[in-house]
Nanobody, 120 residues
Framework: QVHLVESGGGSVQTGGSLKLSCVASGRVERIDAVGWYRQIPWKQREWVGGISRDGTTHYAESVKGRFTISRDNAKDTVTVWLQMNTLKPEDTATYYC????????????WGQGTQVTVSS
């Protein structure tokens, strides 16, 4: 089992920055990729980006060039960061990290989410 905890959310003004963290514990050796998603109430969850174990990253077009995902694979934990720059009001959402195991075709584990609010 893997447990994910996000932190770092908050309120910022347009153009500001925030850095979210996602710490994975438990059977972290099973984790392949970690992704970030965001969701606004009553809307579908949106994929933001992800990072594989070797550090390869992918981003949604809406955040490319503004957001950066990085990762540290320690022995007992995996930490993934989402650096968000040049924030816009439309980035306001609850942000979730998710992880999937090697061989899986879907995200197996999810964090509880952290709120990001960008005011104009």
């Amino acid at each position: 089992q893997v447990h994910l905890v996000e932190s770092g959310g908050g309120s910022v003004q347009t153009g500001g920055s925030l850095k979210l963290s996602c710490v994975a514990s438990g059977r972290v050796e099973r984790i392949d990729a970690v992704g970030w998603y965001r969701q606004i109430p009553w809307k579908q969850r949106e994929w933001v980006g992800g990072i594989s174990r070797d550090g390869t990253t992918h981003y949604a077009e809406s955040v490319k060039g503004r957001f950066t995902i990085s990762r540290d694979n320690a022995k007992d934990t995996v930490t993934v960061w989402l650096q968000m720059n040049t924030l816009k009001p439309e980035d306001t959402a609850t942000y979730y990290c998710a992880a999937y195991e090697y061989g899986s075709s879907r995200y197996d584990y999810w964090g509880q989410g952290t709120q990001v609010t960008v005011s104009s």
